[in-house]
Antibody, heavy 120, light 112 residues
Framework: EVQLVESGGGLVQPGGSLRLSCAASGFTFSSFWMSWVRQAPGTGLEWVANIKQDGSEKYYVDSVKSRFTISRDNAKKSLYLQMDSLRAEDTAVYYC?????????????WGQGTLVTVSS | QSVLTQPPSVSGAPGQRVTISCTGSSSNIGAGYDVHWYQQLPGTAPKLLISGNNNRPSGVPDRFSGSKSGTSASLAISGLRPEDEADYYCQSYDSSLSYSVVFGGGTKLTVL
């Protein structure tokens, strides 16, 4: 069974840092683009970042550029999101999702999500 | 303000057919990028419903169908069931920003 399990969410003060992790299983992790998508409370989905199979290409939504870093460890079948200089508007459930085989495509499957709350 | 525009809500009675529109522009849907649809049941993670404009992943009932034309796409749900009550999102890519993923704002489907 293809599965993604996020961890690392929690409460952090504005300006603080947090590192999210996503453990993948049931598929050849190193063959797929991977992404993070977030959902602020009561709102819609917002794409955050993509990373290519070998980590050579990374893309971010403008609002997180220079603050967030997406990375992966193919040997550990894990995806990460390092979040620095956190702001209240970063409060959201963060989902890890598989984004495509040869090229970026649809998102499937999705993890269960991990909640990040930025508040003093 | 989402790049892709969806109606905030739609509703229908059990057994009826509803459609949800997703309107984009010449830099995303109109540029030839595929449209994908997701269903998010209350309190759960999104789930892929339609891929590549009109393809149903294994396990998705054929009551769900997708289409695309010009700068817009649509999701149709026929034979509405109470368990279809959920939020629905369209997704594509935009050529104006490198590898930028764009989502619609979401549509809340209420089964009356």
């Amino acid at each position: 069974e293809v599965q993604l399990v996020e961890s690392g969410g929690g409460l952090v003060q504005p300006g603080g840092s947090l590192r999210l992790s996503c453990a993948a299983s049931g598929f050849t992790f190193s063959s797929f683009w991977m992404s993070w998508v977030r959902q602020a409370p009561g709102t819609g989905l917002e794409w955050v970042a993509n990373i290519k199979q070998d980590g050579s290409e990374k893309y971010y939504v403008d609002s997180v550029k220079s603050r967030f870093t997406i990375s992966r460890d193919n040997a550990k079948k894990s995806l990460y999101l390092q979040m620095d200089s956190l702001r209240a508007e970063d409060t959201a459930v963060y989902y890890c999702t598989r984004a495509g085989y040869l090229t970026l495509n649809w998102f499937d499957p999705w993890g269960q999500g991990t909640l990040v709350t930025v508040s003093s | 303000q989402s790049v892709l525009t969806q109606p905030p809500s739609v509703s229908g009675a059990p057994g009826q057919r509803v459609t949800i529109s997703c309107t984009g522009s010449s830099s995303n849907i109109g540029a030839g990028y595929d449209v994908h649809w997701y269903q998010q049941l209350p309190g759960t993670a999104p789930k892929l419903l339609i891929s590549g404009n009109n393809n149903r992943p294994s396990g998705v009932p054929d009551r769900f169908s997708g289409s695309k034309s010009g700068t817009s796409a649509s999701l149709a749900i026929s034979g509405l069931r109470p368990e279809d009550e959920a939020d629905y999102y369209c997704q594509s890519y935009d050529s104006s920003l490198s590898y930028s993923v764009v989502f619609g704002g979401g549509t809340k489907l209420t089964v009356l």
